[in-house]
């Protein structure tokens, strides 16, 4: 690999919410080369930050992992805050404006045109370069205290790889993860979601055709679909076949699944004690012949597409 060891690889792991992602992340950052935070967003506005709790049981704010993230974060010109990472590509605007910033449109022409028109505004791309550095400042200052050089993200925000991939100098790659409709509609009913089965499925398909898109846009050898059932039937050969994919020996990976420690924000599994890994498929007692019909009809041909019958 040329000059691998300095340039910093950033893996993005896109898919929806139910889906595994926290579960792989944490799984992949067990190599002695890989490191995670879960989701770089940080806490959600409604969570409190002086209760909140990392993954490793401490509180966010006492946490020792994130005093030395703030302090790296210092050494590279930024303010940080456990609290609130202020990381999020969120550029406000007109609904318009943010809606066709986070489109992606099928053809490539009129993606190119449409950024060029958003190039060419000066405060937004000054907004950009910022939250760009402040990303990227994070990711190396998690991979300095970590002494790792793979950096696995797993947030759902829309704007971060193509603008990584714009104004970083990142080595960048993209996991696309995917699992079974009926799962994650039924993990989403479980948990109250004021949603019909329907427009669940319909979400699910949407969110997927445009990841798929904005994968699209990267080299063959920097994207990787992954099936959450194919990962939960055989873990190790997953694994595996992630850590070339973010270029690491799998070989160095430890016997022991789990990491030693973690510090993982974002999503409740992150204080979950899994002693094993299983398969969720709960889906199929869940489900009426109702709700299934209504996910065939919601999720439509995109499903099939996975191979989802
Ligand atoms: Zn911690």
């Not at 080369?33 to 990392?54: F, H, K, Q, V, W």
């Not at 990711?139 to 714009?166: C, N, Q, Y």
């Not at 039937?233 to 076949?241: N, P």
Request: hydrophobic share 40%.
């Amino acid at each position: 690999m040329t000059n691998g060891a300095a340039q910093p690889v950033f893996v993005s792991i896109q898919t929806t919410a139910f889906s595994g992602a926290t579960l792989l992340a944490t799984l992949l950052a067990a190599h002695p080369e890989i490191a995670t935070i879960g989701e770089m967003n940080g806490l959600i506005a409604r969570e409190d930050p002086e209760s909140y709790l990392c993954s490793c049981g401490q509180r966010i704010k006492l946490c020792a992992f994130w005093q030395a993230v703030g302090s790296e974060m210092l050494r590279r010109g930024q303010n940080f805050d456990a609290a609130d990472f202020s990381t999020q590509f969120a550029l406000g605007g007109p609904r318009v404006v943010q809606h066709l910033r986070k489109r992606s449109f099928g053809h490539p022409r009129l993606n190119a045109l449409r950024d060029a028109l958003f190039a060419a505004w000066p405060a937004e791309v000054r907004r950009i370069k910022q939250l760009v550095a402040r990303n990227q400042a994070l990711i190396e200052s998690v991979l300095a205290v970590t002494g790792k050089r793979v950096f696995v993200d797993t947030s759902k925000d829309r704007l971060r790889l193509p603008m990584l991939r714009r104004y970083s100098s990142l080595d960048l790659r993209a996991v696309h993860l995917l699992r079974d409709v009926r799962g994650v509609v039924a993990s989403r009913l479980r948990r109250g979601a004021a949603i019909d089965a329907r427009e669940a499925a319909r979400q699910w398909a949407t969110l997927h055709e445009r990841i798929r898109r904005t994968l699209s846009a990267l080299p063959p050898d920097k994207r990787l679909q992954i099936g959450y059932e194919a990962f939960c039937s055989d873990v190790r050969s997953t694994l595996a076949q992630l850590d070339r994919f973010c270029g690491v020996d799998p070989a160095r990976r430890p016997v022991d699944l789990w990491p030693e420690s973690h510090h993982i924000v974002g999503n409740e599994m992150r204080l979950k004690q899994i002693s094993e890994i299983r398969l969720d498929e709960r889906w199929r007692s869940i489900l009426s012949e109702d709700q299934l019909a209504a996910i065939r009809w919601g999720a439509g041909s995109t499903s099939l597409r996975y191979g989802y019958r």
